[in-house]
């Protein structure tokens, strides 16, 4: 960890930065950023030593400049390299459905983007897809992290189900599931129910034609 501070409690008395000093180095502290009010506040030569003698980088920053702002610039930067790997899984699934490519791909590659088994069940929970062949998986008494498929209220298709361990469980963000992969897997489902009701239409459209018309060739039928 970094840190941030004024050191406010040193500026009367200085050689108390010698035992703060000491303390950032036994706390594993990776670097410090001192900000003072003006030059007449300063690190002692004693409590730069220390810090040189443990590897224990400091700095001085400008009074202007808000700790507030350089932990929450930092904070957005952590963010992005956590949502990175999210990102980068989000357009393999849409490469892989604007590919044409079965869900049996999609859930592999979230299984693989993840490190972790992955299955799609539909709205009923009935298995869709999944990422592992040992019919013995998943082990009895495992609760997978369920993650829902679609929009709600009306677009909700199925759910996500991922099988992580209790480290892996931790570094998951839900939110990020559900933005970057499960809404791309909604995309499966919705084409699905597409073609399922142009079929619907199709069939129905046949059934009506050969109710009301008595001159359809046979080899017509038989085609269509």
């Known amino acids: 960890e970094v840190i941030l501070t004024t050191a406010h409690e040193c500026w009367e008395q200085p050689e108390r930065f010698v035992d703060m000093v000491r303390g950032?180095?036994?706390?594993?502290?990776?670097?410090?950023?001192?900000?003072?009010?003006?030059?007449?506040?300063?690190?002692?030569?004693?409590?730069?030593?220390?810090?040189?003698?443990?590897?224990?980088?400091?700095?001085?920053?400008?009074?202007?400049?808000?700790?507030?702002?350089?932990?929450?610039?930092?904070?957005?930067?952590?963010?992005?390299?956590?949502?990175?790997?999210?990102?980068?899984l989000q357009n393999t699934l849409y490469n892989l459905f604007f590919q044409s490519r079965p869900m049996a791909d999609a859930v592999e590659a979230v299984s693989r983007g993840l490190?972790?088994?992955?299955?799609?069940?539909?709205?009923?929970?009935?298995?869709?897809?999944?990422?592992?062949?040992?019919?013995?998986?998943?082990?009895?008494?495992?609760?997978?992290?369920?993650?829902?498929?679609?929009?709600?209220?009306?677009?909700?298709?199925?759910?996500?189900?991922?099988?992580?361990d209790r480290a892996q469980r931790e570094a998951l963000d839900p939110q990020a599931l559900a933005q970057y992969v499960a809404f791309p897997l909604s995309l499966w489902f919705h084409q699905r129910s597409t073609e399922n009701m142009a079929n619907t239409r199709v069939r129905n459209e046949f059934v009506w034609n050969l109710a009301n018309s008595r001159d359809i060739p046979l080899e017509e039928q038989s085609r269509q």
């Open 115 to 164: 490190r972790m088994p992955a299955a799609v069940l539909d709205r009923e929970g009935e298995l869709v897809q999944r990422s592992w062949v040992s019919d013995s998986f998943p082990r009895a008494g495992t609760t997978p992290l369920q993650v829902e498929v679609g929009v709600r209220p009306s677009g909700l298709y199925g759910v996500l189900a991922l099988y992580p």
């Open 24 to 88: 950032m180095v036994q706390s594993g502290a990776a670097a410090v950023f001192f900000s003072f009010p003006n030059e007449r506040v300063a690190l002692p030569g004693q409590a730069v030593a220390l810090a040189q003698q443990s590897g224990l980088p400091l700095f001085v920053i400008p009074w202007e400049q808000r700790l507030s702002e350089i932990q929450m610039e930092a904070f957005r930067g952590i963010r992005e390299k956590e949502l990175l790997e999210y990102h980068r």
